[in-house]
């Protein structure tokens, strides 16, 4: 079954808010992009210091990510050594969360010692970068629950054009791991999406070619309709 999962980078909640009211009854899950600024250059929800209490209260069940009866979350932690603190990010109310194979410096140690109720509450996925040799990253997969192959040459920009050789990088994973689910996030588009599945891919995250276009849902069922 393939997936489309809108993308946010988001300025505060109210920016979550307001895009994710749009995805009621449409999909079942968004990606939230996760920046600290040193990672990437951009920095997002929730590192901003306006964004603190609302953040203390999601974290001690006062509150709750928007919608989060009718919304599966994923964080994508485009976060230096989001490791360290994943408690924090399973506290915020996501289902899936992707950490990315060039952020992380002890990545198989904190795969590996993961503790088990981390690991029976969200799915764990592992994203690499356009540049990234694919061989570097086919050891850890067995540690994981799904893959992400990054579409484009600059992480946490949306509307970058999108790299062919995400191409050979889904094909290569898909060859050696035919079970596991993989998400291609970055430049994906109605034109890019056929060949996106054809290669192997199971997820399609895309983040302006549907929130930049005249009607949002009607971009997402144009994608559901070629898949």
């Known amino acids: ?54 953040v203390e209260e999601i974290m001690k069940e ?13 964080f994508d932690l485009m976060v230096e ?24 410096s002890k990545l198989q140690e904190n795969l590996e010692n993961m503790e088990p109720y981390i690991r029976n509450m969200v799915q764990i996925g592992l994203a690499f970068d356009i540049a990234t040799d694919v061989l570097e990253v086919l050891p850890f997969i067995p540690l994981v629950d799904f893959v992400q192959c990054m579409g484009i040459n600059k992480d946490g920009v949306q509307g970058e054009p999108f790299d062919e050789k995400a191409i050979g990088h889904i094909k290569a994973v898909r060859k050696v791991y035919p079970e596991i689910p993989i998400s291609v996030d970055g430049g994906v588009n109605l034109s890019n999406a056929k060949s996106l599945i054809e290669a192997g891919a199971t997820r399609l995250v895309s983040g302006s070619t549907i929130w930049r276009s005249f009607d949002a849902e009607q971009t997402i069922k144009e994608f559901q309709s070629l898949v």
């Open 81 to 104: 050594d989001a490791g360290r603190d994943i408690e924090k990010y399973v506290a915020l109310g996501a289902s899936r969360l992707i950490f990315h194979f060039e952020a992380e």
């Open 1 to 54: 079954m393939i997936e489309i999962i809108p993308a946010v980078i988001p300025k505060d909640m109210n920016e979550i808010r307001d895009k994710v009211v749009q995805m009621r009854g449409i999909v079942s899950f968004v990606q939230i992009d996760i920046m600290d600024g040193k990672f990437v250059e951009a920095k997002t929800w929730p590192f901003f210091p306006k964004d603190k209490r609302g």
């Open 62 to 74: 006062e509150a709750g990510m928007p919608y989060w009866d009718e919304i599966n979350y994923e």
